[in-house]
């Protein structure tokens, strides 16, 4: 138990560098004075740690100092390894260097090859790479963006932004930025962004935190649903619902009931299984299906 709450201090410390006897007291049921022997032991195990007191002190460690690569298991290596082969992904500046560097540290060499991440869709271009890469750099360096986009009613205008984050979310990236059109912070779909321009203008980042408030207040209304669909597509359902969630019926359809956020992209979703798909509730979004699907039989004459 001691072991591993020495480990557990070492490793807090390397995350804050600092933190007080009081911290660490409450967070291991333990009194201050067994943390101050905890610290007394690292000190004499080798570990550059120490206290200062005042306003602003605590328990510290000295800069640069890290842990040895044998308190890696190799579960725990592999999990550093997926997190940077992740980053890799986007591309993020030196990233390369630094996963060369990691593997080199491991012991399992080889724990590089069992994982690739593309974040791209299927069918997407080189452009569509160089798209996400722009506005990483322009994030990174605070630089105004500009571009053409299409909005969710189809309207396209240009747009110059100042970029902040990007967010991976319902297997689509996006973009918060703020808008200068706008005049407040937005949030683009990377895929409908054309003819980006990263410009030398650089910007102050502005605080984001009631913007991200109010775009949890504003999260659109989650619905119950029950559908019914043709075993043809069986697996579609594996892919976006938990199993548990799947229920076969004596006939070989199968029945999920799922809560889903009602807005655009429920109704499209829904609609992308064509016949293979029944709202069985709520009424009202059954309508709404009915009403788009005649809307399409107009459009073919029929």
């Excluded at 012991?107 to 994982?115: I, Y």
């Excluded at 396209?156 to 991976?168: C, D, F, G, H, Q």
């Excluded at 989650?222 to 043809?232: A, G, S, T, V």
Aim: some cysteine; aromatic content about 10%.
């Amino acid at each position: 138990m001691k072991i591993a709450r020495l480990l557990e201090i070492t490793t807090l410390l390397l995350i804050r560098r600092t933190i007080t006897s009081r911290e660490l007291a409450e967070r291991f049921g333990v009194s201050a004075r067994t943390i101050y022997r905890d610290v007394e032991t690292l000190s004499a195990a080798g570990v550059p740690i120490y206290m200062s007191k005042g306003h602003g002190g605590g328990i510290s460690l000295l800069e640069n100092y890290t842990l040895s690569k044998t308190l890696l298991s190799e579960q725990e290596s592999a999990s550093i390894l997926l997190a940077l082969k992740t980053l890799q992904a986007t591309q993020y500046p030196e990233i390369d260097k630094i996963l060369d560097k990691m593997i080199a540290v491991f012991r399992n060499t080889q724990a590089n090859d069992w994982v690739d991440v593309d974040f791209l869709h299927w069918g997407s271009t080189s452009k569509e790479k160089d798209k996400f890469n722009a506005i990483k750099h322009a994030i990174i360096n605070h630089q105004v963006v500009t571009f053409d986009y299409v909005n969710a009613d189809g309207d396209r205008n240009n747009r110059a932004v100042e970029p902040r984050k990007l967010i991976y979310k319902g297997a689509s990236w996006y973009t918060v930025a703020y808008c200068r059109r706008r005049n407040d912070y937005r949030l683009f779909r990377i895929s409908r962004i054309k003819n980006i321009v990263v410009t030398n203008e650089t910007f102050i980042p502005q605080d984001m935190t009631d913007w991200e408030k109010d775009a949890r207040d504003k999260a659109p209304p989650f619905i119950r649903l029950k559908l019914k669909f043709q075993d043809k597509v069986l697996n579609r359902l594996y892919d976006d619902f938990d199993d548990t969630m799947i229920l076969r019926n004596k006939d070989g359809t199968f029945v999920v009931e799922v809560a889903l956020p009602e807005n655009e992209w429920l109704y499209g979703y829904l609609l992308s299984y064509g016949s293979f798909v029944e709202v069985l509730e709520p009424s009202h979004i059954r309508n709404i299906i009915v009403g788009r699907l005649q809307q399409t039989c107009k459009i073919y004459g029929i």
